[in-house]
Structures are given as structure tokens and as C-alpha cells.
T-cell receptor
Framework: ETGVTQSPTHLIKTRGQQVTLRCSSQ?????VSWYQQALGQGPQFIFQ???????GRGNFPPRFSGLQFPNYSSELNVNALELDDSALYLC????????????FGPGTRLTVT | GESVGLHLPTLSVQEGDNSIINCAYS??????FIWYKQESGKGPQFIID?????DKRQGQRVTVLLNKTVKHLSLQIAATQPGDSAVYFC???????????FGKGTHLIIQP
């Protein structure tokens, strides 16, 4: 069984730029959720994708957007990067939507300068 | 406000002792809870979950207790080992929501 993978591992961007992060779900899972984890804090829910559609969203602005592909992999896009966007971005996969049994990937560390 | 939080930011225990990590939640609409372990530089690792129709659930060396009356959740780790050192998060799912709400975490330190 393949676990959740994310790429890239680390990324450095400049304020105002755009970034795309990628996530491959665990085999057998069709749902991907994205979280932002600031240093020393717990993860915060950004949004969830199920069957290629956004299935729920947390308190994040529209410049955070995403996609899910037919193979259930997903992308997180962030436009007009701000310094406060510096964080660990985590994706979690699960089965059939909702919040049950979410399994996390290793994360992408984004630094905005 | 409504939140999930932890009572202690750091917990230090002797190797071989049992550890108890506590969590308070305030939203009575929460019906699903998960404990995660996060080691430095890694993503959260699923430990155990419990639904609101249960008050206890056991796994390998871990037990989760849920007290809905006082909105309290705890994680018990038996015979704590050095590899248990990590930050532990409780997370809740509020009925009808699709994401998890996490607390700030408890750092478990194992003393030799």
C-alpha cells in the first residue's frame, strides 16, 4: 500500500509570486484535504476535494485554490503570496469525503521572503 | 470561542511509565475525534480515533477516552518508549463539516 506523498519537500518563493503544491493520495483513497500548519501550531483546514470537486472549505481567502484529478491526486495553488503564507502545507487522504480517518503526507515547507 | 485545545503544552514522563495526554473541546456538535502524533519534520501520524457514540476505544498500547458530559478527551499510552517522543494533537470533526479542527498540541518528552 502506497502512502500519501507530497512534492516538493521545500520551496522558497518571493512575496507576490504564485505557487503550486502537489499531493498523491494513498491507494484506495478518493478524497484529499489540505491543511496549513504554522510553526508551533496545529494544522488548519484549507479545503477538501472529493470526486474532483471542492467538498468543503475552511477560513482561507480565494487566492487559495485547488484541483483534484481523475487519479485522485491534487494540487494546492496559492496566488499573490504573502509573508504569512510561510508554513508547512499538509495534505491528507481519506475515503468517501468527510473527515474520517485522514492520513497525512510529510508536507511541503513553504518559505515566503 | 469554540475551539479544541490541550491542557498542557509539555508533558515529561519516565520511560516505561504510562502517559496521559488531555484535550478539551467546546463544540457539543463534534461527533468524531482523532489523535495524531507528529515527529519533528514529519506529517501527523494517525494514532486512534473515536466517535461520539463511544466512550472508550483501545489500540496497540493506546487508549482513547471520551467524556461527552465535560467535553474531554484523553489519550493514554502504556509503557511509554523513547520512540513515543513527539507532539500529540487531538482533532475534532464538527458534524456536517469536512475538515478537522486541531488543537495546539502537547509535546511529550520521555525521560530515560
Amino acid at each position: 500500500e502506497t502512502g500519501v506523498t507530497q512534492s516538493p519537500t521545500h520551496l522558497i518563493k518571493t512575496r507576490g509570486q504564485q505557487v503550486t503544491l502537489r499531493c498523491s493520495s494513498q491507494s484506495g483513497h478518493n478524497t484529499v484535504s489540505w491543511y496549513q500548519q504554522a510553526l508551533g501550531q496545529g494544522p488548519q483546514f484549507i479545503f477538501q476535494y472529493y470526486r474532483e470537486e471542492e467538498n468543503g472549505r475552511g477560513n482561507f481567502p480565494p487566492r487559495f485554490s485547488g484541483l483534484q484529478f481523475p487519479n485522485y491526486s491534487s494540487e494546492l495553488n496559492v496566488n499573490a503570496l504573502e509573508l504569512d503564507d510561510s508554513a508547512l502545507y499538509l495534505c491528507a487522504s481519506s475515503f468517501s469525503g468527510g473527515a474520517y480517518e485522514q492520513y497525512f503526507g510529510p508536507g511541503t515547507r513553504l518559505t515566503v521572503t | 470561542g469554540e475551539s479544541v485545545g490541550l491542557h498542557l503544552p509539555t508533558l515529561s514522563v519516565q520511560e516505561g511509565d504510562n502517559s496521559i495526554i488531555n484535550c478539551a473541546y467546546s463544540n457539543s456538535a463534534s461527533d468524531y475525534f482523532i489523535w495524531y502524533k507528529q515527529e519533528s519534520g514529519k506529517g501527523p501520524q494517525f494514532i486512534i480515533d473515536i466517535r461520539s457514540n463511544m466512550d472508550k476505544r483501545q489500540g496497540q498500547r493506546v487508549t482513547v477516552l471520551l467524556n461527552k458530559t465535560v467535553k474531554h478527551l484523553s489519550l493514554q499510552i502504556a509503557a511509554t518508549q523513547p520512540g513515543d517522543s513527539a507532539v500529540y494533537f487531538c482533532a475534532e470533526n464538527r458534524r456536517g463539516a469536512d475538515g478537522l479542527t486541531f488543537g495546539k498540541g502537547t509535546h511529550l518528552i520521555i525521560q530515560p
